[in-house]
């Protein structure tokens, strides 16, 4: 292993009163670091730099701060009113070069670098949204932690930052530790100020969380309403340096259901900038109207669970909606994906409830992707990427995504629902989504596991036809996740689906995903933790199917279908 080096230089009143700064890597491996004082009897300022320690480019990053007392110290409040969490008290601090977002989760470089006035206080608008208060981070000791989603190990160090240091400037390169080759990291479901009325960030706020949090798509899905974000994007990067691109979508009222519609196209000249308008009921006529709209995007059935506004709750789901799997759902299923992770839900005594559903929808012949989607209407709460959606592309360079691609891939099932890790299964060239033949007593399987070493995976699951066959712990190596196994089934002569879960115990920081789980009496439906279990968003993932055709008709039968599906 290669240990990661950071640089940090102080400029304090005079080089011989340089203190001793404690460094706290999360590294199996600790190099000694060094910093010079140089005299300046002004105010302090952070100055960070952080780079990808690999390529040496600048890093869009999350800077984090605790105080010596452990607190973590988050900006603005907590919810802006009327709402329900942090929107217009998330400021800009920093320029159009050198971005600084004070929020909850700490500041967001959204290029990689900015400067940062300890001690001088901003001012947003209050809780009622009616007078203006102040916030600052006050000069002391502090606990930086410098991050960059699920794919990046965390570097964490003691700074000091108390009044009269000049300019602390820090340099941090952080690892790229989770192979996403041949992935690309989408949130299906983010909303925006004011295009959505329900929602207190805008755009350009989501933007930037969501390049810290390392996502490379943000689907915008405002309620009745079309947003194209790329020109925004293309303001606040230069071409060459865009972390991230967007898709048009929407969220579509159905019958007490929403659904997550996408790509479309904006035309300003309409209501709801084009927004399509499609019959509600009867249902089959509400799936036709989908299916029929120009460039036949993709359908996804958000929150299914959610007890509101969920549309496997619903009466017209018959038995369904009580959890009673015994016969065919009599609701029609005729979309793409299933959001079986939702930020409403994601935590643990709820978080099973629609992968339950999803599962048990396949072995009747109705199988969809598996998503994941933040349904972020704020900068807290719940952010843009957790959960998230690992969507297997042919091509992941940003410079040539199309949104059509995209779809076609979320079609296909080539995705990974998850709240941090990236678990992946193959058999042979096939992997999730695809269908391989195979009648051979024994089906080879492969399962990968990948986390960064801020999230704590415990174990992994393997399910056949929706039951768990398999399951190991998964060791920690330098406190970082690359579990791998070879596994042979023994399956009978009838077709099967396959799938892989990740599971935990401990929630991941809330600082970093988002703390609405980790507050469970705030918000629509309240999300308890599991028994023993800290309130808060597990890391879990499961992937889409893996079908398995045993007889060799290159289509698939499900076990409790009585007639074969072409994939």
């Known amino acids: 292993m290669t240990c990661r080096r950071w640089m940090l230089t102080v400029a304090s009143a005079s080089a011989c009163a340089a203190t001793a700064v404690g460094l706290v890597l999360l590294l199996a491996c600790q190099p000694v670091e060094q910093f010079t004082s140089i005299g300046n009897d002004g105010d302090t300022i952070l100055k960070v730099h952080v780079t990808d320690a690999d390529t040496g480019k600048p890093l869009p990053a999350l800077v984090s701060f605790r105080t010596a007392s452990g607190a973590q110290v988050s900006f603005g409040n907590f919810a802006d009113l009327p709402g329900w969490a942090q929107g217009r008290s998330a400021v800009e601090l920093g320029t159009a070069s050198a971005g600084v977002l004070a929020f909850r989760g700490g500041l967001a470089l959204w290029h990689g670098e900015g400067s940062f006035a300890v001690g001088k206080p901003w001012k947003h608008l209050d809780v009622t949204g009616e007078r203006e208060v102040q916030s600052e981070l006050p000069a002391g000791l502090y606990q930086i932690q410098v991050s960059r989603g699920v794919e990046y190990d965390a570097v964490t160090m003691d700074v000091d930052l108390s009044a009269g240091k000049g300019e602390v400037s820090l340099e941090v390169p952080l690892t790229r530790v989770v192979d996403s080759t041949g992935y690309l990291a989408v ?63 929407m969220e579509k ?39 029929a709209l120009s460039g036949r995007p993709v359908v996804v059935l ?16 018959g038995p369904w909606a009580h959890r009673d799997y015994q016969s065919p759902p009599p609701c029609p299923q005729d979309y793409d994906a299933m959001e079986v992770l939702n930020g409403w839900q994601s935590c643990g005594t709820r978080m099973r409830e629609a992968t339950d559903t999803w599962l048990a929808l396949a072995t009747y012949n109705h199988a969809s992707a598996a998503v994941g989607g933040s349904d972020s209407h704020f900068a807290s709460a719940m952010v843009p990427g957790y959960p998230r959606t690992w969507v297997r592309v042919i091509d992941e360079d940003l410079a040539t995504f199309t949104p059509a691609r995209l779809a076609q891939a979320i079609r296909a099932r080539h995705t990974v629902a998850s709240s941090a890790p990236l678990v992946t299964i193959r058999s042979g060239l096939a ?23 801020w999230v704590t995976v415990d174990t992994v699951r393997l399910l056949v036809n929706g ?20 596994e042979t089934l023994a399956l009978g002569p009838g077709d099967a689906f396959v799938t892989v879960e990740t599971d935990s115990q401990s929630p991941l920081p809330p600082h970093l995903v988002g703390e609405y789980n980790a507050i469970v009496q705030y918000g629509l439906s309240k999300c308890a933790p599991r028994p023993g279990q800290e309130p808060g968003l597990p890391a879990f993932a499961v992937t889409s199917p893996l079908f398995i055709d045993r007889n060799g008709d290159g289509m698939f039968q499900a076990i409790r279908a009585l007639t074969p599906r072409r994939l």
């Open 253 to 291: 009222g159905g019958a007490n259901s929403h659904w997550g519609v996408f790509p479309l196209a904006v035309d300003a000249s309409k209501p709801g900038k084009g927004a399509p308008m499609v019959r509600t009921w009867p249902l089959p006529g509400f799936f036709t109207d989908l299916r």
């Open 187 to 249: 949130d299906v479901h983010v909303h925006n100020a004011p295009d959505s009325n329900d929602a207190q960030a805008d755009g350009a706020t989501q933007l930037k969380v969501a390049a810290v949090n390392g996502l490379e798509v943000m689907v915008s899905t405002n309620h009745e309403s079309l947003l194209d974000l790329l020109p925004l994007v293309k303001q606040m990067w230069p071409e060459g340096a865009r972390p991230l691109s967007t898709v048009v979508g």
């Open 431 to 453: 992997t999730e989504g695809d269908l391989v033949t195979n009648t051979l007593p024994e089906v080879p399987i492969s399962i990968r596991v990948q986390a960064a070493n």
């Open 467 to 486: 039951k768990v066959v398999k399951t190991w712990g998964i060791p920690r190596h330098n406190n970082a996740v690359d579990f791998r196994l070879e």
């Open 302 to 317: 958000n929150h299914p669970r959610l007890g509101w506004q969920a549309y496997m709750d619903e009466g017209f789901c």
